[in-house]
């Protein structure tokens, strides 16, 4: 019984409270609400996607200054002054028939420098005195990818020339010799 009274009176109550809001007013213009984007959205995956206002992107035409011709340098470290010393120290070797010690100073100069090619070059001539043709050869063609100027390209193909001629490769041979005649 007391069940019964509790649920009656509930019932009476959320009637009363239901009829005592207030009535919207049907003569006040509607405003003009401008919808947010919502704050957050479930995708039916489960995933929350939180989207965020973006103005569009502007399109600009770039305009872009003249640029002149660049060559581009290597900063190969051949500034450097221990690489200047080893250097002059393998040219010294060198030219007295020591092959060893300017083989270990150009290896010194090429860790120092790897992307030198002076150091390929003499690295290739040293390989060609000690009858290594096929070693000249690859340190040459190393020295060539990373040559800048037309004398050191000439001076490194001269040696690829020689150590084709070593091992008679004909094909290393006719490329050389081309090479030389376009430089």
Same mark, same amino acid.
């Given at each position: ?89 393998? !040219?010294?070797?060198?030219? /007295?028939?020591? =092959?060893? +010690?300017?083989?270990?100073? *150009?290896? %010194?100069? &090429? ?36 040559? !800048?100027?037309?004398?050191? /390209?000439?001076? =490194?193909? +001269?040696?690829?020339?020689? *150590?084709? %001629?070593? &091992? ?16």
């Amino acid at each position: 019984m007391i069940l019964r009274k509790t649920l009656i009176s509930a019932i009476v109550l959320g009637l009363a409270g239901c009829q005592s809001l207030p009535a919207p007013e049907q003569n006040a213009p509607e405003k003009k609400v401008q919808k947010e984007p919502p704050k957050e959205i479930r995708d039916p995956s489960g995933v929350m996607i939180h989207p965020y206002d973006r103005p569009d992107i502007e399109r600009k035409r770039l305009v872009i200054p003249e640029q002149q011709e660049r060559v581009q340098r290597f900063e190969d470290g051949r500034n450097l002054p221990a690489f200047k010393k080893l250097m002059q120290q393998t !040219q010294a070797f060198y030219a /007295k028939g020591e =092959l060893n +010690k300017a083989e270990d100073s *150009a290896m %010194q100069a &090429q860790r120092l420098a790897p992307q030198s090619a002076e150091t390929f070059m003499y690295l290739a001539m040293i390989a060609s005195r000690k009858n290594q043709p096929a070693n000249a050869e690859a340190l040459a063609q190393r020295g060539l990818s990373y040559a !800048q100027s037309g004398p050191m /390209k000439k001076q =490194l193909w +001269k040696i690829i020339l020689q *150590a084709g %001629q070593k &091992q008679k490769k004909t094909q290393t041979i006719q490329k050389a010799q081309q090479a030389l005649k376009s430089l």
